[in-house]
């Protein structure tokens, strides 16, 4: 962290599952890029960052987990993600889901997004509508506390290939047409009074507990989503963390748990796919 930065309240484990490729998505392309993009948050106080290891080892030892091995949902049998998910959903944390589904963005490109010169313009603008809510929950629970320091930690889990320097590049640009009122979608907004971009960094899934947990998160939702092989569909595991997922006024549709596009019906989900949405309040009426 720079030693520059203030202290941080809160710190957030950034993950995904899928992938960012537009030019081909299954299952209007045979083969091609994945159907969903799923962006998973962990949010905890931070003066619990030093306990979030010891909680990976506890998940791992009740799940007969090998200790020394990291904590990765993909290499889990059913009843092993089971035990992860119940027992994720006993923590003081809280979880974010923003769920795209790719088929109306197939081959589409943003030039707007592309001044930023980034090829993974895509990606940074779901991490935008996964921030919009993150930010506005840490905003509203530190004005809850009255927490005078309210500063966000943000932790990515490292992919290969992904530049989270131009991320951050991507969300200063944001940030200052935010200032000078320029911002083309208005309707949430990031709650840029929590961030500090110097508490931002990426660390490797293997190094960082907490992207391990922001992994179940993610990867246990995608699942519920994506009813193409070789994911074997499954929403129990999703449904396991309820406890912990985010709502707003009892409202986990759209908060803690978002689906892109909008309005729902515009995604053309099966009824399997539907079934985790509306589990956690979406309709999908036209």
Known sequence: MNNDAPAPYYTAFIDEAGDPGLNTVRPIDA???????????VV?????????AKWVRSIQSKAG??????????NLPAFRRRIVCSELAKLPIRAFVLASNKKNMRQYRNQRAERV?????????????????VTHFCYEHARAENARNRFLKIIYSE???HSYGQTIAYHELLKNQAKAGALVLTKRRIFWEVLDWRLAEAASHKSS?????????????????DTLPPTKWNNEFAKLLKPIVAHDDGQY????????????????????QKEIFE???????P
């Open 65 to 74: 987990v090998r200790r020394e091995s990291d904590l990765h949902y993909r």
């Open 31 to 41: 083969v091609g890029g994945s159907e969903w993009l799923c962006l998973g948050a």
């Open 44 to 52: 905890l106080r931070a003066k619990h960052a030093a306990d979030v």
């Open 159 to 161: 992919r290969g290939g």
């Open 209 to 225: 507990s907490g992207a391990q947990l922001a992994d179940v998160v993610a990867s246990s939702f995608y699942q519920a989503i």
């Open 279 to 285: 589990y956690y309040g979406y309709g999908f009426w």
């Open 117 to 133: 010169k980034s090829q993974q313009w895509f990606y940074n603008f779901c991490l935008r509508l996964l921030l919009e809510r």
């Open 253 to 272: 549709f759209n908060y803690g748990f978002a689906l892109q596009p909008t309005p729902p019906a515009k995604a053309k989900l099966t009824d399997e």
